[in-house]
Nanobody, 124 residues
Framework: QVQLVESGGGLVQAGGSLRLSCAAS????????MGWFRQAPGKEREFVAA????????NYADSVKGRFTISKDNARNTMYLQMNSLKPEDTAVYYC?????????????????WGQGTQVTVSS
């Protein structure tokens, strides 16, 4: 099993920055794909960003391209999401996800492991 714990959420003004972290434990070495998703109140969970096992391949939702950066530190079994130029529409609970199959994953149904989520609130 793999356990994921997110941290770094909070309240920030529009235009500000936050960095989310996702620490993996358990059978973390078996993880080959990771991603970030978010869910705003009354909306479905949506894809934000994905990264492959060695961190060399990444992809982003159009809504966050150029503002968010996904990265991972395999030595620390930790994934990050640097969020800059935040907008009120970025307000959501952010979840990290992990899977043990190869390649970038864009659908929530492709991930087997999930964190508990961390709240990000951007005020206008």
């Amino acid at each position: 099993q793999v356990q994921l714990v997110e941290s770094g959420g909070g309240l920030v003004q529009a235009g500000g920055s936050l960095r989310l972290s996702c620490a993996a434990s358990g059978r973390a070495l078996s993880i080959t794909a990771m991603g970030w998703f978010r869910q705003a109140p009354g909306k479905e969970r949506e894809f934000v960003a994905a990264i492959n096992w060695n961190g060399r391949s990444t992809n982003y939702a159009d809504s966050v391209k150029g503002r968010f950066t996904i990265s991972k530190d395999n030595a620390r079994n930790t994934m990050y999401l640097q969020m800059n130029s935040l907008k009120p529409e970025d307000t959501a609970v952010y979840y990290c996800a992990a899977d043990r199959s190869l390649g970038l994953k864009y659908s929530q149904y492709d991930y087997d492991y999930w964190g508990q989520g961390t709240q990000v609130t951007v005020s206008s």
